[in-house]
């Protein structure tokens, strides 16, 4: 961390300053960590037409939250994490198995999963309002510690698409031809699921969980617009969540207002960008 403070101490602010304003220094390592892979993954999202998969995810974390606020864990992330995985292997079986198109398997699954949250965090007159603050999020609150654990993440949904991106591309295609080239589509789909479960789990806590869907689903809406090929798809993605997440966290710190919903915007504004310059 110091060579980032280092690094930090040569920009023209006064956060960045040696000695100051850590937390101003934590986030903005954070949005350089969480937006490439938030890039990366609505590339996948958009192109398997699974856009409100992340929010049934959102909603099953916050399920998982208020289980280990009811067993007393000291970190309720754990618990929304082991939730979201154990959500997102059972989407993938009932979608595997019924008949029923992808965007109802979630509807199923994501009213299910808030219905059962708001009924624990609420169980014996409990105050709902100590989960307030999962709505909206605070990236100013992260800390290192899970800065290294995104980044960690970061490299291995890397190295998964760089080993399966071909079989992953596929099995979203056509499953049918993926499977009788030998691809094992269950598990590419269960792997790629994960992935996502535990970044918005983890990620939900700073960005918020009303906002959290739009960050993997606007960053490849907008480059879907402009690229012609697979590398500016994937480019454009990332290049637009990364500046759209520096952006959003500056004006949220001058502005005082949400972090989550300033990135959100600024994700809005690049895909009318895109849009509009979409034919030339």
């Known amino acids: 961390m110091n060579v980032w403070y280092g690094l930090l101490g040569l920009l023209p602010f ?5 000695g100051q304003m850590y937390f101003m220094k934590h986030a903005l390592l954070a949005v350089l960590v969480v937006t490439p892979l938030f890039g990366l993954l609505s590339t996948m999202v958009v192109h398997s037409r699974m856009s409100f998969f992340s929010d049934a995810l959102g909603h099953s974390a916050f399920t998982g939250m208020a289980i280990g606020a009811i067993c007393g864990f000291r970190e309720p992330t754990w618990a929304a994490v082991i939730f979201a995985l154990l959500f997102a292997l ?3 079986v009932v979608r595997r198995r019924a008949a029923l198109a992808s965007d109802t398997v979630i509807g199923v699954f994501s009213s299910t999963a808030v219905a059962l949250g708001i009924f624990l965090s609420t169980l014996g007159g409990r105050s709902f309002t100590k989960f307030n603050s999962l709505l909206i999020g605070d990236i100013l609150s992260v800390e290192p510690a899970k800065i290294a654990l995104l ?4 490299l ?3 190295l998964l698409w760089t080993a399966s991106f071909n079989q992953l591309m596929l099995s979203a295609v056509h499953p049918a031809l993926a499977d009788s080239r030998g691809v094992r589509v269950f598990w590419q789909e269960t792997v790629f699921s994960m992935a996502i479960a535990v970044v918005v789990t983890l990620s939900m806590t700073w960005v918020g969980l009303l906002v959290i869907n739009s960050l993997l689903v606007l960053p490849a809406a907008s480059a879907r617009n402009v690229a012609r090929n697979m590398a500016q798809y994937h480019l454009i993605s990332v290049l ?3 500046l759209s997440g520096i952006a959003g966290l500056m004006t949220s710190y001058y502005a005082g207002a949400s972090a989550g919903a300033a990135i959100t915007l600024y994700l809005a504004v690049w895909f009318a960008l895109t849009f509009t310059f979409r034919k030339k």
Not at 14 to 18: G, I
Not at 151 to 154: G, Q, S, V, W
Request: proline share 6%.
């Open 14 to 18: 006064e956060w960045a300053q040696p």
């Open 151 to 154: 980044a960690l993440i970061l």
């Open 156 to 158: 291995l949904v890397v």
């Open 90 to 92: 059972l989407f993938n």
């Open 240 to 242: 637009g969540a990364v």
